[in-house]
């Protein structure tokens, strides 16, 4: 690997300078992104056909020179494999045809069989693979079985997780039954993903955050441990190093650090200081600048840039990156800003 900074960081070895990457760095904020995707039609074509999923995946690393592409897929894939059939609507997000209603629709959810249907994801990472050429290493990911299910659940996006709740409080064993499944998938998925070639697996729990403490660890942070659990810890005499980014997870950390994975995202409401104390030495910290910095002019970006790297300090284990995904509405300009600050450092 040319370079090897976000792997040597993400185990918590000596680098020369922070490494970055953006959560959604392919995606809408750059208009090389729109053409390909308008010239693709939809967002699923976009995504299961190889060598356009490749050509986005490089185009923030050839723009920004970033320190880690990740696979252009969607953590929806899964959940579309088992039989709920995803489709993207203008303006609406994403929608299930077939969400999960009851107990009988979780029964026949399958568990054997899906990461055939997801060949298209391997496909891509082979054709990423290859176009990278070992610059940078590829991040691959899945969503966490908590944040998938509350999707199936509510037939798409939501804001109150009405019918998920009703599912928790009403039939918790349901609820398992459903999250276990999906841990059995999204195992088979990422095992799948390091199969074909990614250098890192992340977990995204971005709906973590809308649980109780109670909930969280029953229903959440158990299902990533049991994904973690059945993933492997090396492949073809590399390790594989892992992040779980829990949004609004920060009350968690010291639990999430008990998991068997690398290193920890923290969303913006973190600090950086205070994680670094209560986690220890235990894992590496992803994160964690507000994403609406970068609608500041690029001097106000440095300078936050700058004190993000004062806070966190000079412990090993810092990969640089946003509290959240990009906006669509950042100009890529702030994006180069905020690049070059963090690779000039303090
Ligand atoms: O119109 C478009 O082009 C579609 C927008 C888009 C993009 C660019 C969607 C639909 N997904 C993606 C790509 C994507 N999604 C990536 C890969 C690229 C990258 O990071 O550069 C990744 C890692 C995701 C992951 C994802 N999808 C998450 C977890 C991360 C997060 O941002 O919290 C979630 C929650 C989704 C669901 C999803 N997919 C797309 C949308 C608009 C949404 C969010 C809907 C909602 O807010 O509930």
């Known amino acids: 690997m040319q370079n090897d900074l976000l792997i040597r960081a993400l185990q918590r070895q000596p680098v020369e300078r922070t490494p970055i990457w953006v959560m959604r760095q392919a995606g809408r904020y750059l208009p090389e992104y729109r053409k390909v995707r308008a010239q693709a039609g939809d967002f699923m074509t976009l995504c299961q056909t190889p060598e356009l999923a490749c050509e986005v995946t490089l185009q923030p690393i050839d723009r920004f020179d970033l320190d880690a592409a990740i696979l252009f897929s969607d953590i929806l894939t899964v959940p579309d494999a088992m039989g709920c059939e995803l489709a993207f609507k203008t303006g609406e997000g994403p929608v299930f045809n077939h969400p999960v209603t009851c ?28 176009a990278l050429a070992d610059r940078v290493p590829l991040i691959g990911f899945a969503g966490s079985p908590w944040t998938v299910a509350t999707y199936m659940v509510e037939g798409g996006s939501s804001k109150q997780f009405t019918k998920i709740k009703k599912l928790m409080y009403q039939a918790p064993e349901s609820l398992h039954a459903l999250l276990d499944k999906l841990a059995i998938n999204t195992a088979a998925y990422l095992t799948a993903q390091i199969e074909a070639g990614v250098d890192v697996v992340m977990l995204f729990d971005t709906w973590g955050g809308v649980l109780s403490t109670q909930n969280y660890h029953a229903f959440s942070l158990h299902y990533m441990k049991k994904v973690f659990a059945h993933i492997p810890r090396d492949y073809a005499g590399k390790v594989i190093p892992r992040i779980a980014f829990t949004k609004g997870g920060n009350q968690w950390l010291e639990l999430m650090a008990d998991m068997e994975c690398d290193a920890l995202g923290l969303d913006w409401k973190s600090s950086l200081k205070d994680a670094r104390e209560r986690v220890g030495d235990k894992v590496a910290l992803q994160g964690n600048l507000d994403p609406g910095v970068l609608y500041a002019d690029p001097e106000t970006i440095a300078d936050h840039v700058r004190k993000t790297l004062v806070e966190y300090g000079d412990y090993p284990g810092h990969i640089f990156n946003l509290g959240h995904g990009i906006f669509p509405d950042i100009p890529p300009e702030h994006v180069q800003a905020l690049v070059a600050a963090v690779r000039e450092g303090v």
């Open 103 to 130: 107990a009988e629709d979780i029964a026949q959810l399958p568990t054997e069989g899906v990461t055939e249907r997801l060949t298209y994801v391997f496909d891509a990472v082979r054709t990423i693979k290859k």
